[in-house]
């Protein structure tokens, strides 16, 4: 267990619709990164937050959304749902910066129908 | 470019014996660090091991060991007396210019067979 919690752990749901993800880091964590990881594919970086701040922006589609909240948990919206945008979506944690290692949450498996 | 490479799709090892996983990266900084993560078959990603650049000695976790090359910008995974829990998908990783971004390889599939 690494202390990243991820909720909901599947999520189905049609195309066109809006979803949230939610992350709870470890605790004593400020960083909030988000991944994306298609069928068979590799980690896609999406968006990093730090302490409630957005950090970099990776390859996050417009119809996607970030934020971090002032208890640190950050949530993740995706909108305007396709069928590409199944897959499998991490958060992961770390202390602060992105030197330091960052600890994985199991991830909400998302399928859109 | 900022990249981290792994040209190693697949590999498979029988129990008990070695394998050694590579992993190249493209970078400018000189104090960065390195991560290989590990992937079973329930998806979780798991931190195996971590390498920080200004240090000479290569990191060791039990049966895990890094080969670190700094010149030749290679982090390769070596894993001795493979067991068949061993068995998932390893990425390389890398915040690489020190910033805000984590590049992960495209990852290698091990098959431990018995």
């Known amino acids: 267990d690494s202390g990243v919690t991820q909720t909901p752990k599947h999520l189905i749901t049609a195309t066109g619709q809006r979803v949230t993800l939610r992350c709870s880091p470890r605790s004593g964590d400020l960083s909030v990164y988000w991944y994306q990881q298609s069928l068979d594919q590799g980690l896609q970086f999406l968006i990093h937050?730090?302490?409630?701040?957005?950090?970099a922006k990776g390859n996050i589609l417009e119809r996607f959304s970030a934020q971090q909240f002032p208890d640190l948990h950050s949530e993740l919206n995706l909108s305007s749902l396709e069928l590409g945008d199944s897959a499998l979506y991490f958060c992961?944690?770390?202390?602060?910066?992105?030197?330091?290692?960052?600890?994985f949450g199991p991830g909400t498996r998302l399928t859109v129908l | 470019a900022q990249t981290v490479t792994q040209s190693q799709p697949e590999m498979s090892v029988q129990e008990a014996e070695t394998v050694t996983l590579s992993c190249t990266y493209d970078?400018?900084?000189?104090?960065?660090?390195l991560f290989w993560y590990k992937q079973p078959p329930s998806r979780q990603m798991i931190l195996v091991i971590r390498q920080e650049a200004y240090k000479q000695q290569n990191a060791t976790e039990n049966r895990f060991s890094v080969n670190f090359q700094k010149a030749a910008k290679s982090f390769s995974l070596k894993i001795s007396d493979s067991q068949l829990g061993d068995t998932a998908m390893y990425f390389c990783?890398?915040?690489?210019?020190?910033?805000?971004?984590?590049?992960f390889g495209t990852g290698t599939s091990l098959t431990v067979i018995p």
């Open positions: 992961a944690s770390s202390v602060s910066r992105s030197t330091d290692t960052q600890y």
């Open positions: 990783a890398s915040p690489l210019k020190g910033g805000n971004q984590f590049y």
């Open positions: 937050y730090y302490n409630g701040e957005e950090r």
């Open positions: 970078t400018s900084e000189s104090n960065y660090y």
